[in-house]
């Protein structure tokens, strides 16, 4: 016997949500596939929430910072990204969710969702067209760049655990590496 997946597409996600299917769980749409979102704990929690404050600090009103907001991507995608660096279009993102169009750069930080974040998260990234990618990883206390999109894929892949970084789309901001992983 073959199984065969449903494959979603992002119209009829939208009305799956819209009839409340969803309303009791969290969940993101992957490649036509609706995966369901593992728990923030408290310490995903707070990073996701300093760094996105240190972000509006450090950039202001030159980009909208979108905490735990769905993006729309090619391929039926509709993910979560834990922050999206995206341009400040105001009343647009009313009538649709950032396109890769529109983001400067996404972070993830990732505790137990580490393999997918560097896996299927970052293939989604990169073939959508997303200029740069940031993980930071929670249990190694590293940052993961990756940047400079060539068919597809991220040419330069860094990795960091201390020092300063500069996001592609803006290089007069410089970022400290541990302030990602620490308080700030």
Not at 71 to 82: G, K, M, T
Request: charged share 25%; aromatic share 10%.
């Amino acid at each position: 016997m073959t199984t065969t997946t449903y494959q979603w597409t992002i119209e009829r996600y939208h009305q799956a949500i819209e009839a409340e299917i969803f309303a009791n769980d969290s969940v993101e749409l992957l490649e036509g596939e609706i995966l369901i979102m593992s728990p923030e704990r408290e310490s995903h929690a707070y990073y996701n929430t300093a760094v996105a404050d240190e972000l509006r600090r450090l950039l202001g009103d030159r980009v909208q910072i979108r905490d735990a907001k769905p993006i729309i991507l090619p391929n039926n995608s509709e993910p979560i990204p834990d922050i999206t660096i995206a341009k400040p279009l105001g009343l647009v993102y009313l009538e649709h969710h950032p396109y890769p169009e529109d983001i400067f750069w996404l972070i993830e930080f990732a505790n137990t969702t580490l393999s997918k974040d560097l896996g299927r998260k970052k293939d989604i990234y990169s073939n959508a067209g997303i200029q740069e990618y940031w993980v930071v990883d929670l249990k190694n206390l590293r940052l993961k760049v990756f940047r400079d999109l060539h068919n597809g894929n991220y040419e330069t892949e860094l990795t960091l655990t201390d020092g300063w970084v500069t996001p592609l789309a803006f290089p007069d901001v410089r970022v400290e590496v541990r302030r990602l992983m620490r308080s700030l």
